[in-house]
């Protein structure tokens, strides 16, 4: 599963990756066997594509490695926790006799959601997201979102598991071949709506576009809050959108906190950025911190401004999603046995509300940096009116490890989600820009200066399925894994018996 995701992007394995588990869970055992298997399954899972935990924690959060690779089992084990949920559900399913071309899907697309939202959320490394290149496949997002990505992934493999058991134990026509027959169908589906899709993409009517220059300072995080450092860092962003507006670009885009000062209140830098943005003629987009004091109460903000020519604040986000331990602590109360480390962590406030940015071409989206991997958060952009997603961030804090790559394949879900391109402007790379249909148009590398423009062409589109009704899919799964979990002690309390699944010794017998 693991090797699945980038960056080694050995996607097929994604075919084959629950195999193992779903062969054990096919043994006759105890369901808290079930669980210790996906318990085991969920923890290598999440040791290899979460392993650059311990980088940041050393890195920038001063942690030792000790404790670094303690927190990192400990977030591993909670991660794997949804996996083990999933063996026991698979378990139970199996000796109530509940149809598992259905129901194993429908409770792994559950626990992938409910990961994205109980304690603040951490939907990284969904299964889906191992075909963000399959074109063909991805397409169903517009209206499934990931999840029904991860739901195909997942029948599947449940599929080769359920032909595998009917040849091991007691081979039947039937048995094999009714789930080859239903795979075929749904696969059948999948890509003939994605290549439905493709050519109304390819074939839409174009209602404008508009040339977007990107910057990618690559400044090193030790420098960028350094009072010393300010000049320089203002100098490389300068030089750098000096180089993408020889292409005349209708907005240029810096990544998140790329102004190393407050902009709002350090009226010295404020001057000397807008002079420069006079100077250029063309509107830029930037993140910078700002902050607000009343009553003694400070607050600070992550922020996404849009500034034009003529000393003009066109707009302004403030990100509304944090990022949990690095830009706020939760429950804070409740850890206090690590005061020492979660006082060094910042205490940023989120903002309220969806804003957009008015370019003068079409209306811009910002989530910054960890919002983008929050499918809903994106939606609700363009669904207030956004033509486009530009999403500024900082990859900076994971080092040359898999986490960038795995950070820039979830935004081309949001662009197949909504059938808006996407432009990325981050710090340390990965930027890039994304097309409607998932197409990666432009990928920098990874620790790097660069500088880029390229054309996004806006199309004559109606909003998508997904877009105005959000995660119905996942709920419908949410809805079947509950019938399918439910229903057979539901039965058992009227005094009904439910049929068991037929396993190899009762055939013997």
């Given at each position: 599963?693991?090797?699945?995701?980038?960056?080694t992007?050995?996607?097929?394995?994604?075919f084959?990756?629950?195999?193992?588990?779903?062969?054990?869970?096919?043994?006759?055992?105890?369901?808290?066997?079930?669980?210790?298997?996906?318990?085991?399954?969920?923890?290598?899972?999440?040791?290899?594509?979460?392993?650059?935990?311990?980088?940041?924690?050393?890195?920038?959060?001063?942690?030792?490695?000790?404790?670094?690779?303690?927190?990192?089992?400990?977030?591993?084990?909670?991660?794997?926790?949804?996996?083990g949920?999933?063996?026991?559900?698979?378990?139970?399913?199996?000796?109530?006799?509940?149809?598992?071309?259905?129901?194993?899907?429908?409770?792994?697309?559950?626990?992938?959601?409910?990961?994205?939202?109980?304690?603040?959320?951490?939907?990284?490394?969904?299964?889906?997201?191992?075909?963000?290149?399959?074109?063909?496949v991805?397409?169903?997002?517009?209206?499934?979102?990931?999840?029904?990505?991860?739901?195909?992934?997942?029948?599947?493999?449940?599929?080769?598991?359920e032909?595998?058991?009917?040849?091991?134990?007691?081979?039947?026509?039937?048995?094999?071949?009714?789930?080859?027959?239903?795979?075929?169908?749904?696969?059948?589906?999948?890509?003939?709506?994605g290549?439905?899709?493709?050519?109304?993409?390819?074939?839409?009517?174009?209602?404008?576009?508009?040339?977007?220059?990107?910057?990618?300072?690559?400044?090193?995080?030790?420098?960028?809050?350094?009072?010393?450092?300010?000049?320089?860092?203002?100098?490389?962003?300068?030089?750098?959108?000096?180089?993408?507006?020889?292409?005349?670009?209708?907005?240029?885009?810096?990544?998140?906190?790329?102004?190393?000062?407050?902009?709002?209140?350090?009226?010295?830098?404020?001057?000397?950025?807008?002079?420069?943005?006079?100077?250029?003629?063309?509107?830029?987009?930037?993140?910078?911190?700002?902050?607000?004091?009343?009553?003694g109460?400070?607050?600070?903000?992550?922020?996404?401004?849009?500034?034009?020519?003529?000393?003009?604040l066109?707009?302004r986000?403030?990100?509304?999603?944090l990022?949990?331990?690095?830009?706020?602590?939760p429950?804070?109360?409740?850890?206090?046995?690590?005061?020492?480390?979660?006082?060094?962590i910042?205490?940023?406030?989120?903002?309220?509300?969806?804003?957009?940015?008015?370019?003068?071409?079409?209306?811009?989206?910002?989530?910054?940096?960890?919002?983008?991997?929050?499918?809903?958060?994106?939606?609700?952009?363009?669904l207030?009116?956004?033509?486009?997603?530009?999403t500024?961030?900082?990859?900076?804090?994971f080092?040359?490890?898999?986490?960038?790559?795995?950070?820039?394949?979830?935004?081309?879900?949001?662009?197949?989600?909504?059938?808006?391109?996407?432009?990325?402007?981050?710090?340390?790379?990965?930027?890039?820009?994304?097309?409607?249909?998932?197409?990666?148009?432009?990928?920098?590398?990874?620790?790097?200066?660069?500088?880029?423009?390229?054309?996004?062409?806006?199309?004559?589109?109606?909003?998508?399925?997904?877009?105005?009704?959000?995660?119905?899919?996942?709920?419908?799964?949410?809805?079947?894994?509950?019938?399918?979990?439910?229903?057979?002690?539901?039965?058992?309390?009227?005094?009904?018996?439910?049929?068991?699944?037929?396993r190899?010794?009762?055939s013997?017998?």
């Open positions: 599963m693991a090797l699945s995701f980038p960056r992007e050995l996607s097929a394995l994604a084959f990756a629950l195999l193992p588990l779903l062969h054990a869970l096919n043994r006759p055992q105890k369901r808290l066997s079930a669980l210790g298997c996906g318990l085991i399954t969920g923890f290598v899972f999440s040791m290899g594509t979460l392993y650059w935990v311990t980088y940041t924690m050393e890195n920038y959060g001063h942690v030792p490695k000790i404790l670094s690779l303690f927190i990192l089992v400990l977030f591993s084990l909670y991660i794997a926790s949804y996996t949920l999933f063996a026991y559900g698979v378990s139970w399913m199996h000796r109530e006799g509940i149809p598992l071309l259905l129901g194993a899907p429908s409770l792994w697309v559950a626990l992938e959601y409910a990961r994205g939202y109980l304690l603040t959320g951490f939907p990284w490394a969904l299964f889906g997201y191992t075909q963000y290149k399959n074109l063909l991805i397409q169903v997002a517009d209206i499934t979102g990931v999840y029904g990505v991860s739901f195909l992934l997942v029948m599947i493999n449940t599929v080769f598991a032909v595998l058991r009917s040849l091991k134990d007691s081979f039947s026509v039937r048995g094999f071949f009714s789930p080859l027959l239903v795979l075929m169908i749904i696969v059948g589906l999948t890509v003939s709506y290549a439905y899709r493709l050519h109304g993409i390819h074939t839409a009517e174009q209602q404008s576009s508009i040339r977007v220059g990107v910057v990618q300072g690559n400044i090193e995080q030790d420098q960028k809050w350094d009072p010393a450092s300010r000049d320089k860092i203002l100098a490389v962003y300068m030089r750098l959108t000096r180089r993408a507006s020889r292409e005349k670009p209708d907005l240029i885009i810096w990544p998140e906190a790329s102004a190393p000062f407050f902009f709002m209140t350090e009226k010295e830098y404020q001057s000397q950025f807008l002079e420069f943005i006079d100077d250029l003629g063309i509107d830029v987009l930037f993140g910078s911190p700002d902050y607000t004091a009343m009553n109460d400070s607050r600070f903000y992550n922020s996404a401004f849009l500034v034009s020519p003529g000393a003009r066109k707009g986000y403030d990100k509304i999603h990022v949990p331990f690095g830009e706020y602590v429950f804070r109360k409740a850890l206090f046995f690590i005061k020492p480390i979660t006082d060094q910042g205490d940023i406030t989120p903002g309220k509300k969806i804003s957009l940015m008015q370019t003068g071409k079409g209306l811009c989206g910002t989530p910054i940096c960890f919002e983008v991997i929050f499918p809903d958060l994106v939606r609700r952009f363009v207030e009116g956004a033509d486009f997603i530009a500024l961030t900082n990859d900076d804090w080092g040359r490890s898999s986490a960038p790559y795995q950070h820039f394949s979830m935004a081309v879900f949001r662009a197949v989600e909504n059938r808006v391109p996407v432009v990325r402007s981050a710090n340390s790379g990965i930027s890039g820009v994304i097309a409607q249909d998932g197409r990666i148009v432009k990928q920098t590398d990874i620790f790097v200066e660069d500088a880029f423009t390229e054309d996004l062409t806006l199309l004559k589109m109606d909003r998508t399925f997904y877009t105005h009704f959000g995660d119905l899919f996942a709920y419908f799964c949410i809805a079947a894994t509950v019938l399918s979990l439910c229903v057979p002690l539901v039965t058992r309390s009227r005094g009904g018996k439910t049929p068991r699944a037929i190899p010794q009762d013997r017998a």
